[in-house]
T-cell receptor
């Protein structure tokens, strides 16, 4: 079974600086999908960024980018120019190709200091 | 367009009581999922509906949990009788079609506290 590990329960960063959230996963599959979700306090969880394992190029969405290291089974999220609205719980998730369910990590609570 | 809506947002019940959680998916989404996050741990998959059929219920913890999706629209998750370890946040998500690239949209969750 696949597992996802987020080793940082909490992180904080100064506004406008850059922060990296870590995520590692374990799988024997070669083709799969990886996701970062964000859940602001008392609000819906939303998709931040996704990566398809067969694509070597790291995904980027505006200030959010990933560092996907397939051999190391690592999928970190970099947030550049952090803003107060980035404060949230961030969850890393894995999905097998052909499957519908997501396997999540434990989450990282990100605080932005003004 | 309305997103995924969950009711109630918070529920506090005593051990042994029954609680029913409701999820209204995005209109037209055939796939509906239930997940649960126990305090401080990972979000775990409970089950997956395709329309009114249970596609995968491998994550349901035990027979105290019953999920239904009559008519393929909204879904309910009933816990009867509730135990202390059932406390956590229950998330519902929906998606359209079976394409693996399809995004799943989540509700805000129902925080269940069993005392």
């Amino acid at each position: 079974a696949q597992t996802v590990t987020q080793s940082q329960p909490e992180m904080s960063v100064q506004e406008a600086e850059t922060v990296t959230l870590s995520c590692t996963y374990d799988t024997s599959e070669s083709d799969y999908y990886l996701f970062w979700y964000k859940q602001p306090p008392s609000r819906q969880m939303i998709l931040v960024i996704r990566q398809e394992a067969y694509k070597q190029q790291n995904a980027t969405e505006n200030r959010f980018s990933v560092n996907f290291q397939k051999a190391a089974k690592s999928f970190s999220l970099k947030i550049s120019d952090s803003q107060l609205g980035d404060a949230a719980m961030y969850f890393c998730a894995y999905r097998s190709k052909g499957a519908q369910k997501l396997v999540f990590g434990q989450g990282t609570r990100l605080t932005i200091n003004p | 367009e309305a997103g995924v809506t969950q009711f109630p947002s918070h529920s506090v019940i005593e051990k042994g009581q029954t609680v029913t959680l409701r999820c209204d998916p995005i209109s037209g989404h055939d796939n509906l999922y239930w997940y649960r996050r126990v305090m401080g741990k990972e979000i775990k998959f409970l089950l997956h509906f395709v329309k009114e059929s249970k596609q995968d219920e491998s994550g349901m913890p035990n027979n105290r949990f019953l999920a239904e999706r009559t008519g393929g629209t909204y879904s309910t998750l009933k816990v009867q009788p509730a135990e202390l370890e059932d406390s956590g946040v229950y998330f519902c998500a929906s998606s359209q079609g079976m394409d693996p690239n399809t995004e799943a949209f989540f509700g805000q969750g129902t925080r269940l506290t069993v005392v």
